[in-house]
């Protein structure tokens, strides 16, 4: 297992030496209970590039560094929402996420990843206090608490216009929308925003 904040301290490599800092990894959550990582995102000359999963050699964990065979093969993107998938810092880190067996919003602080036969996969979301500690230590602080830890399964993930869900843009949905109570949460987080202020949709499935 691996947290997301550890991550945010790798590097993309090559296979002709050249790196470049990781930013981002993104997930399509249509596709499974744990959605594989899609998608990496690193910063070349100050300019967003995307190379797909697939294009991941291996992972260097002690180095911290995912092994790819050529960065030059990456296209250059905005780092922005998509219709395809979702980014695993810029959206649901720091969002409210659903805690479907308690009925409950929490803060997704941080994100636990698994590797399963070479491929990362979304496995929970973390929402205790170490989540944070961990994230402004620089790596000096690692623990994590299992109690704070919400199985990915179980965990709905919203974000912006509700109309986007219904639409499927990239949602994994456990419950239907019109057999559900909506709300609303609004959480201004302009440091983690692109457009500076957004607001997290959550579902209550009513049985």
């Given amino acids: 297992m691996v947290m997301l904040s550890k991550l945010s301290r790798f590097e993309v490599c090559d296979e ?14 249509l596709d499974s209970d744990y959605p594989p ?4 995102f690193y910063e070349s000359n100050k300019k967003s590039m995307r190379l797909p999963w697939k294009a991941v050699r291996s992972i260097d964990w002690r180095k911290r560094q995912i092994k790819v065979a050529d960065l030059a093969q990456a296209s250059e993107v905005l ?18 996420v659903l ?47 299992e109690h704070g830890l919400y199985d990915w399964k179980y965990v709905e993930f919203l974000r912006g216009n509700p109309q986007a869900v219904r639409n499927g843009a990239g949602y994994h949905l456990r419950c239907s ?17 692109l457009q500076g202020k957004n607001f997290s949709v959550g579902v209550f499935c009513l049985k």
């Fill in 16 to 29: 002709n030496g050249e790196c470049a800092r990781l930013t981002d990894l993104s997930v399509a959550l």
């Fill in 37 to 40: 990582v899609t998608y990496l």
């Fill in 79 to 96: 780092l922005e929402p998509s219709k395809d998938y979702v980014l695993l810092r810029h959206q649901i880190l720091d969002a409210l």
């Fill in 99 to 145: 805690d479907l067996q308690n009925r409950r919003a929490v803060r997704a602080n941080d994100l636990q990843l698994e590797e399963v036969d070479g491929q990362l996969q979304l496995k929970a979301a973390d929402a205790s206090g170490n989540a944070i500690l961990r994230r402004i230590s620089f790596g000096l602080y690692n623990h994590v608490a």
């Fill in 177 to 193: 929308v019109d057999n559900c109570s909506i709300y609303l949460e609004f959480s201004f987080l302009a440091a983690k925003d």
